[in-house]
């Protein structure tokens, strides 16, 4: 115990607080939120519901439906679609097309248009390709108009837009064993072919309702983050929102979207009120603008430089410089290896592996005792204030960077309703009942996330048939099948981008940037081989699912101990669709060496070229 002792102090001084007492009180947090129904307590977007899918922002331009062929179709047009997009003309691919949902290119920035909206990781490492476009962000942490205009650059430099159908949802894609061709069906009435199909649908691209009894009585306006209604409330992403001067608006939702747009609300609706079910823990942001001194001092190759240095470091990884330097790094630098690999070396000797879980923890607690001290600093009135306070470890949730959320509730017009873990009880046709009391508003925005967990083909929005006619959500009915997360057998010359079965990064576009490459290399394989089709073979895949289930086991009782959220499958930890259950547990920086490895390798173990 004194050595256990003897390794907090040498990183972390000496400790205020009693561990034991935070958690217990963490266990009890949690005990007040775990409910039966987990991720079927949320209501999908479909039936009387699928208006809040609607597209706010784009008319649908009229075309003829389309019966063509080509080379490889590309479904969604956010940065996975776009990195997909590049990589392949870079290999020397031209006939390409992006089917998009949305208006234009931009996937999540395409959608997510709330006030305050913008990248929370660093943008000269999150905008993906700066160097390929020779473009250097104006802020440290970007705003989402100037993000969505660099995914329509990327769009331009690399001549995605000629081919491409936006407004288009694809309805049905079936693989034609005759002619070894993909049929893509689409709510256009297109029955076009592709030889090989890309799908970067994203990881949480389908808005979801909090099931809410009375939701359909409401009788003022209502729209969800992901689709906002600038006609009703005015302004745009810098806020001004005059459309709510004379409007009581409800939020439902504090999770890392309504942190960013509850101060624009807060400061222009007559009266604001935040309903609260679990507080986001809120860590400093620092935003700042480019410094063009330093912006003209980088060399080339600097922004992969960064982002392997950010993503190590985010990793748990070492590094002997900090480039990023922000919170997320500071997080990690403090709450991962690197801590026990400093108390090594102040120490002299090696940490245990017990000691470095102990030491993790404390400073876990330390991390978050600093988090709930500044709440205090900030917010005025001490029941609000406390009301506030994250009590979960660092990672239960999403942390969330803001200088101006915890200020709001200083505003005399802004109330935050905390509803002690319960969520809203009831909508009214006036307003929305917590803790017994009815609240009358005019408006109610929707800020409950996304779609994370449930079946893969039921957030694509389209069931996929592959060889035999068996379905993949047939397929993957008991969890997902693949060989690193891209291919899965009988569904030959499909591949996927996103977090199932691949690893999880911090930084989602450098993650999708690698899977790119890689799909790029298969796909260039078949060509380079004269072949028709790539698939994985049966044993590839089981290879890959044993793996991944090896290794999801890996943080699962960290898990158990959270606060429910989409990280742990809304307190269901184990979910065979789940967001960390499904994702490789080992981490990015194992997991991007495996594809290199494999690349480098030239083998295609586990995959067959016909
Ligand atoms: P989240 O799923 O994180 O948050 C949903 C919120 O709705 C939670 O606060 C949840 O409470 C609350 N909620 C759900 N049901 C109820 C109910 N019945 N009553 C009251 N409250 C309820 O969604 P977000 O859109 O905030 O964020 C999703 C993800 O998008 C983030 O985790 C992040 O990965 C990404 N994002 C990234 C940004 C960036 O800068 N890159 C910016 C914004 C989002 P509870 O916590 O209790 O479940």
Known sequence: MDEM?????????????DPEELHAKYLSERDKRVRGDHNEQYVEATGEFAKYLDDPYEKTVEREPLFDEVEIAIIGGGFGGLLMGGRLREAGFTDIRVIERGGDFGGTWYWNRYPGAMCDVESYCYLPMLEELDYMPKHKYSFAPEIMEHTQNIGHHYGLYENACFSTSVTKLSWDEDTSRWIIETDRGDKMRAQFVAMAN?????????????????????????????????????????????????????????????????????????FQRTPSSIDYRNNRETDPEWA???????????????????????QDEDLVSDGWTDIFRNLTGTAAKLAGRKLGRRI?????????QMADYQKMNSIRNRVDDVVEDPATAEALKPWYRQFCKRPCFHDEYLPTFNLPN???????????????????????????????????????????TRRAG???????????????????????????????????????????????????????????????????????????????????????????????????????????????????DGFFTTSYGAGPIRFHRILSEWREDGQMQGADIS
């Not at 040498?10 to 607080?17: K, M, N, Q, T």
Request: proline share 3%.
């Open 5 to 17: 002792r003897e390794a907090v102090t040498a990183v972390l001084g000496d400790i205020d607080f």
């Open 202 to 274: 994203g990881p949480l691209n389908r808005p979801k309702l909090p099931g809410i009894s009375g939701i359909s009585s409401f009788e003022g306006h209502t729209f969800h983050t992901s689709r906002w209604d600038y006609e009703y409330t005015g302004g745009d992403n810098g806020g001004n929102l005059h459309g709510l001067n004379e409007k009581k608006v409800a939020i439902i939702g504090t999770g890392a979207t309504a942190i960013q747009c509850i101060p624009h609300l807060g400061e222009s609706s007559e009266h604001l009120y935040v």
């Open 296 to 318: 003209a001092s980088l060399e080339s190759g600097w922004q992969y430089r960064r982002m392997d240095n950010f993503n190590t470091l985010v990793a748990g990884g070492d």
């Open 352 to 360: 245990t592996g017990r000691e470095k879980g102990h030491l993790m």
């Open 414 to 456: 802004v109330t935050l309703v905390d509803t002690q873990g319960k969520g809203v009880e009831r909508i009214t046709a006036k307003g929305v009942v917590a803790n017994g009391v009815e609240h009358e508003v005019d408006c109610i925005v929707f800020a409950t996330g996304f779609e994370v967990g449930t079946g893969y």
């Open 462 to 576: 389209y069931d996929i048939i592959g060889r035999n006619g068996q379905t993949l959500s047939e397929k993957w009915e008991n969890g997902p099948r693949t060989l690193h997360g891209m291919q899965t057998t009988d569904f030959p010359n499909c591949f996927f981008l996103g977090f199932t079965h691949t690893a999880v990064t911090v930084n989602v576009p450098q993650a999708l940037n690698e899977q790119a490459m890689h799909i790029s290399y298969m796909i260039s394989q078949v060509r380079d081989q004269d072949g028709t089709t790539i698939e994985a073979t049966a044993e590839g895949e089981q290879m890959w699912v044993d793996e991944i289930q090896d290794k999801s086991k890996l943080g699962e009782r960290f898990r158990a101990e959270c606060t429910p959220g989409y990280y742990n499958n809304e307190g269901k930890v184990g979910n065979p």
